[in-house]
């Protein structure tokens, strides 16, 4: 399967009603066919991510030079979806100077005391930078209204919080990611799609295995059991921001290497459609560059 066939799998056409159960987090295939080909598909996946890492370093690198650019990555999931895993492959290449992973966490007082796209536009990426957000504002759609007994600590003014209360936060979003497309950032968002099952099988793996025993939280197992409601949410917010300037992406991830490697290609396909070129050097500047040479050959 080529890049573009991929990427028409997995890409959410904004607008459009998407079902989540169209995805499967399992594809390429079934538990057995992994057992049979589980190496060869890792050895696959893994010299994609060479290639890929390879490419998004040097594409970073000119996104520095040109000055013009940002990349903001957005990661969203369910716990154990292998968020850390995947930021941390997919970046391993890149120079840390021209890169920043953001996490987002329970907001604080002060964050709370300020609308919620506050704290995000301050860990907006700048010119020539990627930044790559470990959860993010959409958090506000997706746990908060999940428990939206949340919302009564974000001091909001009275009101209902129906659909309409909804549709106001995906607007807002889609407006805020639209004025940083409209001013040089591009934007591209992953939904690390895990099934139940893996979910599981990943939390009893970190019950096993005492080294993975500080990634366990209980807090983890009480949102497993509001599942159908965070995918309903999920859904939700597939269908209304998946947009041109900031599509969503909903990656398969019940294995890891499969969503790794698909989150690499994306990544260096969408850094690329930039057709970045090394800043020209006007002529001023090309006798400066002659000069520093005579100067130095003649020491
Ligand atoms: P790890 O994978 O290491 O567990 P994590 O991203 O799950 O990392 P945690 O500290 O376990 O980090 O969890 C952060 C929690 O903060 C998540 O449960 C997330 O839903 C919650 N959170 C993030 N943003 C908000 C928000 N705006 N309102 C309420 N809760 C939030
Ligand atoms: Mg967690």
């Known amino acids: 399967m080529d890049l573009r066939e991929i990427l028409e799998k997995v890409r959410v056409p904004p607008g459009s009603k998407v079902k989540l159960s169209r995805f499967d987090p399992a594809w390429p295939g079934t538990a057995e066919m992994k057992h049979l080909c589980g190496d060869k598909l890792k050895m696959r996946a893994k010299?994609?991510?060479?290639?890929?890492v390879h490419e998004l370093a040097n594409a970073q690198e000119l996104l520095w030079a040109s000055d013009t650019y940002a990349m903001l990555v957005v990661f969203q999931a369910?716990?154990?979806?292998?968020?850390?895993g995947t930021i941390?492959?997919?970046?391993?290449?890149?120079?840390?100077?021209?890169?920043?992973?953001?996490?987002f966490k329970a907001p604080t007082a002060e964050e709370l005391d300020h609308t919620f796209l506050w704290r995000v536009a301050k860990a907006s990426p700048s010119r020539g930078k990627i930044t790559i957000f470990n959860r993010s504002h959409y958090e506000d759609v997706l746990i908060v209204?999940?428990?939206?007994?949340?919302?009564e600590q974000s001091k909001l003014p009275p009101g209902k919080r129906g659909k309409s209360f909804w549709r106001?936060?995906?607007?807002?979003?889609?407006?805020?990611?639209?004025?940083l497309h409209r001013n040089g950032t591009r934007i591209v968002k992953f939904f690390l799609n895990l099934s139940k099952d893996e979910q599981k099988r990943r939390?009893?793996?970190?019950?096993?295995?005492k080294r993975k025993h500080w990634k366990f939280s209980m807090a983890d197992v009480r949102e497993r059991g509001y599942w159908d409601k965070y995918q309903s949410a999920y859904q939700d917010m597939l269908r209304a921001t998946s947009t041109r300037w900031a599509p969503w992406y909903v990656i398969p991830a019940d294995n890891k290497w499969v969503a790794r490697a698909m989150v690499s290609a994306i990544l260096t396909h969408e850094i690329n459609t930039l057709?970045?070129?090394?800043p020209e050097?006007?002529?001023?500047?090309?006798k400066e560059l002659a000069e520093a040479r005579k100067r130095l050959l003649s020491e």
Do not use: T
Request: proline share 3%; charged share 30%; with cysteine.
């Open 281 to 286: 050097v006007n002529d001023e500047h090309r």
């Open 47 to 52: 010299r994609m991510i060479e290639q890929n």
């Open 88 to 103: 941390k492959h997919v970046m391993s290449g890149v120079n840390p100077q021209g890169c920043e992973v953001v996490s």
């Open 203 to 209: 939390f009893l793996s970190r019950l096993d295995d």
């Open 168 to 179: 106001a936060r995906y607007d807002d979003i889609n407006s805020f990611e639209q004025h």
């Open 275 to 278: 057709e970045l070129r090394w």
């Open 78 to 84: 369910m716990d154990a979806a292998g968020k850390d």
């Open 145 to 151: 209204k999940v428990h939206p007994e949340l919302l």
